[in-house]
């Protein structure tokens, strides 16, 4: 059965750093997309960034410069290096596979949300 397991949030300071990271069970994770969504209570969730299973990256605009993200398919782990944070970055951090690119959104898939982890920025 295949997982995502979230962890690496908690409070800091507007301008601070947080790695979070995204362990994964099963087989199938070096040969897929994945993807950090994020969400506030009452909103939409939100794309954060997309990796492919080659390593191509690409993010939302709201954190394009600030965060990274990688993963490290030996270790079926993926990372979510977030740099110079906002209070408007605050939210719940999940992650997912990407299951499609379209009408200009990475899909994710349906199956596989986990808990999440939250992400506190103070100002």
């Known amino acids: 059965q295949v997982q995502l397991v979230e962890s690496g949030g908690g409070l800091v300071q507007a301008g601070g750093s947080l790695r979070l990271s995204c362990a994964a069970s099963?087989?199938?994770?070096?040969?897929?997309?994945l993807g950090w969504y994020r969400q506030v209570p009452g909103k939409q969730r939100e794309f954060v960034a997309v990796i492919t299973s080659g390593g191509s990256t690409n993010y939302a605009d709201s954190v394009k410069g600030r965060f990274t993200i990688s993963r490290d398919n030996a270790k079926n782990t993926m990372y979510l290096q977030m740099n110079s944070l906002k209070p408007e970055d605050t939210a719940i951090y999940y992650c997912?596979?990407?299951?499609?690119?379209?009408?200009?959104?990475?899909?994710?898939?349906?199956?596989?949300w986990g808990q999440g982890t939250q992400v506190t920025v103070s100002s």
């Open positions: 997912n596979y990407v299951r499609a690119f379209r009408n200009g959104a990475y899909e994710p898939s349906p199956d596989y």
């Open positions: 099963g087989s199938i994770f070096s040969v897929n997309a």
